[in-house]
């Protein structure tokens, strides 16, 4: 069993979301089967406004695995109750990857 661990900041953006990146891990031999734990965020509203939580997503899960590389989706998305995303947002996702 190998485990490695890594953070990802998503720069501020508005007018859509939620936001998609990936990040790629290198083993130290080559994987067949892995797992993504979410390990905490940090997330915040961009300018620093007075503003009410209305949805917030995060997620990681495995993209793909090929030989030593493991490559996590990482999604993250926060708005008001307006529902919209017209509110720039940021912040850092960790996690870690369980992989064999």
């Known amino acids: 069993m190998q485990l490695a661990s890594s953070s990802h900041t998503f720069n501020s953006t508005s007018g859509s979301g939620p936001q998609q990146d990936r990040e790629i891990l290198s083993f130290s031999n080559p994987v067949s089967h892995a ?5 905490g965020f940090e997330v915040q509203f961009s300018n620093h406004k007075d503003h009410h939580l209305g949805r917030l997503q995060v997620d990681v899960e495995i993209d793909s695995i090929k ?5 996590v989706k990482i ?11 017209d509110d720039g947002y940021d912040g850092t996702v960790r996690f870690s990857v369980i992989a064999d």
């Open 35 to 39: 797992m993504a734990v979410l390990n």
């Open 67 to 71: 030989e030593a590389f493991v490559t």
């Open 75 to 85: 999604t993250y998305g926060l708005c008001d109750w307006s529902g919209s995303w």
